[in-house]
């Protein structure tokens, strides 16, 4: 009787792309994964769909800029408050509600351009009530994932996570712009609002979602932000995401860098903005590597470093093609961050904390990128791109490896045995 034969090894392929187990294993995350995805793309749908509507009525920039004020504003002033509710109240039922809110935002929208109903400040008002909801949405969702999944699951569960929102900011808008074209805002805002019906399918179906509670009733934000600053290893995911965000940021300066450097246009511009985003969306499907990874602190700082690195030597390049493989190996390297970062969260922390650390989450999520652009814009003014982008990539570099020689713990955590 022959020997069995030996069982195969793993090959290549699974260990390079994303694993889809939680998509196979959970029929509930599975649902939540592809709402997420269809919601995404209409959001970024009716994003640009918003924009190019304002400049319609207005010809004006600053008007279009407005924009993204009114949207930013509530996400970070309801963010910590959003994390807060999501540890208080049924998660399902909260983000049942705040889906439901954003679909009758976009229906309103839909409404009113059928109608012909062009008014500038509508459009700001629903911008401002859509970051509300997203801002109340955003905590609960991603503080039931750890509910659905066990926790070795998690890290490939972030990496789809990943997928979907950045498959949305780069099919959105140019779906968007398509759909504008052919049947006028009207029917971007219609799609936007049927595609929400996937996300409250996804939430209808789940179970009961009540945070696991130790301590009083009702969730306070000051609560979270105390039990953060005992929490070492969970704050340094923060540090760590603001030395990328802040220091090494260049988006801002990317129209200027089109036209005094690779003596572009508009869609140049348009290739540097895509360029991060494609490598994040690589960073998402290239991640089965990352199942292999324990220590996931040692993971974000390399990570960051990474980021660092590629915008530096991005501002001393003048060969577009190379630039744009530099911004693409910067997003990869983000997404990477990212996943370990929101895996640490959800392993590290206690279910009652979850949603406030995801409302912090948001917060630098909004608010870090806009500093960047900020300092990146001052620096570059006072200097030259060159020097805010290159010198800006060196300072995330640095600061990188004095949180690495200060963070000891950050540096040991280890994922068969998490520590916040």
Known sequence: MSAPAP???????????????????SADYRRLWFGNTVSWVGQGM??????????DITRSPFSVGLVGLFSLIPLIVFGLYGGAVADTVDRRKLGLA??????????????AAFAGFHRVWFLYAIVALQSVCAALNSPARTSMI?????????RAANALNSMTTTFGMLVGPGLGGLVVGLGGYQIAYLVDAVAFSAALYAMWRLPSMLPDRTGAKRASVLDGLRFLATRPNLRMTFFSDFCAMILAHPRALF???????????????????????????????????QGRIRHHGQAILLAVACWGTAIAVFGLTRNLWLGL?????????????????NTMMQVAAPDEMRGRLQGVFIVVVAGGPRLGDFLAGSVAD????????????????????????????????????PTA
């Open 98 to 111: 705040s889906a439901t809110g954003s679909a009758v935002l976009s229906a309103a929208l839909a409404t």
């Open 382 to 417: 006072l200097t030259s791109p060159a020097v805010a982008i290159t010198g800006g990539g060196i300072a995330c570099v640095l600061a990188i490896a004095v949180l690495a020689l200060y963070g000891r713990e950050f540096r040991r955590y280890d994922a068969l045995n």
């Open 325 to 341: 493989l530099l911004l693409a190996l910067a997003g990869y390297s983000d997404t990477v961050s990212m996943i370990f970062r």
């Open 7 to 25: 069982a195969p090894a793993a090959t290549p392929r699974r260990k390079l792309f994303a694993d889809l187990t939680p998509l196979r294993a």
């Open 255 to 289: 129209p200027v860098v089109a036209v005094v450097w690779y003596d572009g246009d508009a869609r140049t511009t348009g290739l540097l903005a895509a360029a991060p985003a494609v490598g994040a969306l690589l960073g998402g499907v290239l991640s089965g590597w």
């Open 46 to 55: 009716t994003a640009l769909a918003i924009s190019l509507q304002v400049y």
């Open 146 to 154: 750890p509910r659905l999944l066990p926790p070795e699951q998690l």
